[in-house]
């Protein structure tokens, strides 16, 4: 189970999960496998940026089971891994999509980046810009906000290598833009929207998870007191 709607995004917020399983997992191996799930999960989605001061996810094993304990390196860790890993994704997504005032989910891919950190911080960067998440609210196909996002963002970065897509329809390739927009705003109308860019620069890729900004979420978060 997990709590979240607004004040989301890695680095404290105001997240709390709980995860709960029968199975018996040596304490280390826990400690492990729940840093390397979150680290491509939770720590991967955005719904308006800010952070607070409780973002927690915790991991319980009961060894109800009775299984022998799974340890490091065995593969009953790698499957339960795995399972985890699809629990944390499902939750992590459910999040975003119930994001204060969200009516889309953008999933942002950074590939071809020079180093594992720059597809981080370039993806990061896409999945919380206000004019790339208001430009997904009114289903603009604004690659240049998308691109610019990326530029400003601290990673390695060229331009005439780089390119960008959105629901799989090539808007800028290598520099240039090829005036496909109509296409892709068709696909802005769907609930789940798919940005890609490749730098061309690397072989380090990285995905996160974002939502539009809408006027529901302004209304939200002007409309309470204290």
């Known amino acids: 189970m997990a709590k979240g709607a607004g004040m989301i995004n890695p680095c404290m917020a105001t997240m709390l999960c709980f995860v709960f399983t029968d199975a018996a997992i040596e304490k280390q191996a826990l400690g492990v496998v ?3 799930v979150v680290g491509k999960t939770f720590n991967c989605i955005s719904v ?8 927690s ?3 319980l094993a009961s060894g109800a089971a009775q299984n022998k304990p799974f340890a490091l390196g065995s593969g009953g860790i790698e499957k339960f891994e ?3 890993f699809e ?3 499902k939750l992590a997504l459910e999040m975003v999509s119930d994001g204060e005032g969200a009516s889309k989910v953008m999933q942002v891919t950074v590939k071809g980046a020079f180093s594992e950190k720059d597809a981080s911080t370039a993806a990061g ?3 919380n810009s206000l004019l790339v998440k208001t430009a997904l609210f009114g289903g603009d196909p604004n690659w240049g906000r998308i691109a610019s996002s990326v530029g400003a963002s601290g990673a ?3 331009p005439h290598k780089t390119s960008v897509s959105i629901g799989g329809v090539l808007l800028f390739k290598n520099g240039e833009p090829t005036g496909k927009e109509a296409g892709a705003a068709l696909k802005m109308k769907e ?6 860019v490749e730098l061309g620069i690397g072989k380090s890729s990285c995905t996160k998870w974002g939502c539009d900004l809408s006027h529901a979420y302004v209304d939200v978060n002007s409309k309470y007191g204290t």
């Not at 308006?48 to 973002?55: A, I, K, Y």
């Open 34 to 36: 729940l840093k390397r």
């Open 48 to 55: 308006d940026g800010e952070t607070s001061t409780n973002d």
């Open 57 to 59: 996810v915790f991991l």
């Open 82 to 84: 795995s399972a985890l």
């Open 87 to 89: 629990v944390c994704k």
């Open 125 to 127: 960067a896409i999945a």
């Open 156 to 158: 390695q970065m060229e």
């Open 191 to 196: 609930s789940a929207v798919e940005i890609e």
